[in-house]
């Protein structure tokens, strides 16, 4: 079951790509977006940066680095 989307829906196996072969991402969540109720998938790793995904859109849709 993937999380944020109805029972029906297909399920995501990949939504982050390995472009980046060198990129070291350990942790994710799920959240929703407050304003479209979109599913967001949210991972970090090594780089120390938040990377947020719109899994309909397949996109980036923000990146967050705390200084």
């Known amino acids: 079951m ?3 989307l109805p029972l029906d829906a297909s399920s995501v196996f990949a939504a982050v790509s390995k472009k ?3 990129a070291r991402n350990y942790y ?3 959240t929703r ?3 479209t109720g979109r599913p ?3 991972y970090g790793g090594e780089d ?3 990377k947020i995904y719109d ?3 397949n996109k980036l849709v ?3 680095m705390e200084e």
């Open 55 to 57: 899994i309909v859109e």
């Open 33 to 35: 977006d407050a304003e």
């Open 62 to 64: 923000n990146s967050v």
């Open 2 to 4: 993937t999380p944020c």
């Open 20 to 22: 980046h072969t060198e």
């Open 28 to 30: 994710c969540t799920w």
């Open 40 to 42: 967001l998938l949210c």
């Open 48 to 50: 120390a940066k938040i």
